[in-house]
């Protein structure tokens, strides 16, 4: 029954529960009693060797999680750094283009300065965005320039 807990415990663990039963003079007699002690150790041992591979697998998940994280992190911040200079003259722009509408009178959209844009950015500019994509990134940036724009117009009112 002993060689059945090799699987389960270090061999000098296994070798102390065997002196250990062969040592008392009441286990030592009484095999059914050694039997159901050993399975009792080998339930035991299965229990604990569960509960440390979740915990184990718990821990790689977390590790794993935290540097995605962190990866994602210097991603967003490379990314960020790309599209910065783009984003400052891209906003430069359309201030300017915002101011001059709001001083005719006129409400400036999203939309109708992308449409300008795109038909009148100068040669040397590139765009950073994917070309297929280039129209809804730049409407959604210009969105967000345009909140900007108007709480700085209302907030000097």
Request: net charge positive.
């Amino acid at each position: 029954m002993i060689d059945d807990l090799e699987d389960l415990m270090p061999f000098k663990s296994e070798r102390k529960l065997a002196n250990f039963l062969r040592a008392e003079p009441l286990l030592n007699q009484n095999k059914e009693l050694q039997n159901k002690i050993i399975s009792l150790i080998q339930e035991i041992l299965t229990d604990a060797r569960t509960e440390w591979c979740k915990a184990r697998a718990i821990s790689i998940d977390s590790v794993i999680k935290v540097h995605q994280r962190s990866n994602a992190h210097k991603g967003a911040v490379a990314r960020d750094k790309k599209y910065k200079q783009f984003r400052e003259e891209f906003a430069d722009m359309q201030k300017e283009y915002f101011i001059k509408a709001n001083q005719n009178g006129q409400n400036l959209t999203a939309n109708s300065f992308v449409d300008w844009f795109l038909i009148n950015k100068p040669k040397t500019m590139t765009i950073p965005y994917v070309e297929y994509n280039q129209k809804n990134k730049l409407r959604q940036l210009a969105q967000a320039n345009n909140r900007e724009f108007k709480k700085l117009l209302h907030g000097k009112s």
